[in-house]
């Protein structure tokens, strides 16, 4: 079984920054691709970014230049620094993992921008 235990989610004011973490433990040899996915409240869980073992980015259009996705292969473990934040990026961020064709997720972080 694999694991992903997220952290750093919070309440923001606008044009403020956060920073999630995701370590993923476990049966985690071969982990491949990591990634974030929000899902706000009546609205379908969408791709955030992802990252490859091999660093190859990701990104959705509407956090383009304004987040930043990483890893740290030794830890396992995932990234997103999430500057200049606006409400509408106000949602659930879950993190996601690939291991050997599957995917795990995380239970969640809730981020809630304020206007």
């Known amino acids: 079984q694999v694991q992903l235990v997220e952290s750093g989610g919070g309440l923001v004011q606008t044009g403020g920054s956060l920073r999630l973490s995701c370590a993923a433990s476990?049966?985690?040899?071969?982990?491949?691709?990591m990634g974030w996915y929000r899902q706000a409240p009546g609205k379908q869980r969408e791709l955030v970014a992802d990252?490859?073992?091999?660093?190859?980015?990701n990104y959705v259009d509407s956090v383009k230049g304004r987040f930043t996705i990483s890893r740290d292969n030794a830890k396992n473990t995932v990234y997103l620094q999430m500057n200049s934040l606006k409400p509408e990026d106000t949602a659930v961020y879950y993190c996601?993992?690939?291991?050997?064709?599957?995917?795990?997720w995380g239970q969640g972080t809730q981020v809630t921008v304020s206007s």
């Open positions: 996601r993992a690939w291991v050997s064709l599957r995917s795990y």
């Open positions: 990252i490859t073992s091999g660093g190859s980015t």
């Open positions: 476990g049966s985690i040899r071969g982990i491949n691709t």
